[in-house]
């Protein structure tokens, strides 16, 4: 599983550790670049001019509580991008609010998933989001042609 690359969004330093030791912990050994904030996130995808990124991840987990631009609003740009709108996005969040929840498929995440609070079974989410995200879940080429 180790040649697709996961852009991990997440301000919180403990849950950024948390979900990496959990990858490492599943043995998932994907490259894991991590955003701090949201405008880092669309810095890394779209370059700081919007003409190009770093990166073309292949999963982006993605938390919704977030300084500078909030998730929601990093989803938005995903999906109303050329370049980024076939990318599999999950919400990874803390959040129980209903609100975040509709507002995120609304604008086209492929998953949510709320943090679970014990680690086995943050580690057992982890696990199953790697399993499919990285190995089963096939995505289009970065611009398929219509």
């Known amino acids: 599983m180790s ?19 959990a990858f490492q912990q599943n043995h998932i050994s994907n490259a894991i670049t991590v955003a701090h904030d949201g405008a880092e996130a669309l810095d890394l995808l779209f370059g700081p001019d919007g003409q190009g990124g770093q990166m073309q991840p292949s999963i982006i987990l993605l938390d919704l509580k977030l300084p500078k631009v909030d998730g929601l609003e990093v989803l938005r740009r995903i999906r109303g991008d050329e ?46 989001l790697g399993l499919y995200w990285l190995l089963l879940n096939e995505t289009p080429a970065r611009n398929p042609v219509p």
Do not use: H
């Open 3 to 21: 040649s697709k690359t996961i852009l991990l969004v997440e301000d919180n330093p403990d849950d950024e550790e948390l979900t990496i030791l």
């Open 83 to 128: 370049r980024t709108k076939f990318l599999p996005v999950v919400i990874l969040t803390s959040s129980r609010e209903e609100q975040d929840l509709i507002a995120s498929y609304r604008l086209g995440c492929n998953s949510y998933v709320r943090k679970p609070v014990n680690f086995a079974e943050f580690l057992e989410a982890v696990r199953q």
